[in-house]
């Protein structure tokens, strides 16, 4: 059943530019420009995926495939990358909006906080303001979804999935401990050997030692991954990288307290960027959240071998969500 989920799925691919930068967004569903529907027939809400690091939307379109058919594709659900993770191939036109701030407007945009900043930028333009938002973080998506939270009350976020959250004390995780002496102070390093090795590399190269490398870890995909050996991208992931080790430090309880009800954590029981105790602190801070550890050993990287677990998780969680937002529905076509 779930190969022939994944086929019969339409999946629309655009680069778009947001806040100046070239974004990948990935769009399950018929829907791809939500403006252009009429208001009648417009979905009453978008289910929003929010990337780990590095960005790369291709790796989470069996996840989203999935999850749409277990919500009985009523609503779109669209995968954004994240600014500098993705350039478009050379035949792909970039769409552009006039209401697209530049990049110049907003401080390092290929930071954590301009991150945050591009995907409100993104909700901002190219989502109705009346329609109702799912927002699933993963990762670092976690951290950005708090953010767009506390910075953009006025967004109409029904419930906020944050998987895997690394949301705190991140330099401190086992992982962290490893990683942030790599991305803080060897990035430059890092930066020179991705440049010199991959730079002279002819395209067709890059794409065949992706598609083979992929292919040996059993990892699907439809669309362009070229951007995994593109030194551009690679180097934004590091930088990013580094900027988490030294800002994801303290948790945000207070906007973590003031969103409580919409928010569902979920925590990992191997997971080496947020270990058990992460999970049994925010707990014990919060014992009114809905608040989940993992029983099924997820890995971190779920959307790689294990989405179908994940989706069918998160379909289940929102049922009374989207039969509320169904009624609605039915309720506005009866009374036209």
């Known amino acids: 059943m779930d190969s022939s989920i994944k086929e019969e799925v339409p999946v629309h691919e655009e680069f ?19 403006f252009n529907e009429q208001r009648a027939n417009r979905p009453k809400l978008l289910i929003f995926i929010i990337t780990g ?6 790796f989470y379109v069996p996840f989203a495939k999935t999850l749409y058919s277990l919500t009985n594709r009523r609503f779109p659900i669209w995968v954004i990358s994240h600014a500098g993770h993705a350039l478009a191939p050379k ?49 670092i998506g976690c951290y950005i979804s708090l953010e767009i939270l506390k910075l953009a009350p006025e967004l109409p976020i029904i419930r906020s999935f944050l998987l895997f959250p690394t949301i705190e004390r991140l330099s401190e995780s086992p992982n962290g401990r490893i990683a942030t002496p790599l991305l803080c102070w060897l990035r430059y390093a890092l930066y020179v050997f991705g440049y010199l090795l991959l730079k002279p590399w002819p395209e067709k190269i890059r794409s065949l030692i992706t598609r083979i ?20 991208c690679l180097a934004n992931a590091v930088y990013l990288g580094g900027q988490e080790m030294m800002k994801v430090v303290e948790r945000d309880n207070e906007t973590i307290r003031a969103h409580l009800s919409k928010l569902t954590f979920y925590y990992g029981t191997m997971d080496a960027w947020c270990p058990t105790k992460y999970y049994e602190d925010i707990k014990k801070d919060f014992p009114e959240g809905d ?16 989405y179908g677990e994940m989706a069918g998780m998160i379909a289940d969680w929102l049922k009374d969500d989207l039969s509320k937002i169904e009624a609605l529905t039915h309720g506005s076509v009866t009374d036209s």
């Open 53 to 58: 690091n590095p960005g790369f939307c291709s």
């Open 16 to 34: 778009i530019l947001c806040c100046g930068v070239e974004t990948q967004v990935l769009k399950c569903g018929p829907w791809t420009n939500l």
């Open 213 to 232: 490398g992929l292919q040996m870890m059993n990892v699907q995909y439809e669309f362009s991954v070229l951007n995994i050996l593109e030194p551009f």
């Open 291 to 306: 608040i989940r550890l993992c029983e099924k050993k997820l890995p971190h990287a779920f959307i790689i071998h294990f």
């Open 91 to 139: 035949d792909k036109k970039i769409l552009t909006t006039s209401d697209d701030s530049n990049a110049q407007e907003i401080k390092d945009i290929y930071g954590l906080q301009g991150q945050v900043e591009h995907k409100l930028a993104f909700l901002r333009t190219h989502v109705p303001k009346e329609m109702k938002l799912v927002v699933i973080g993963h990762s």
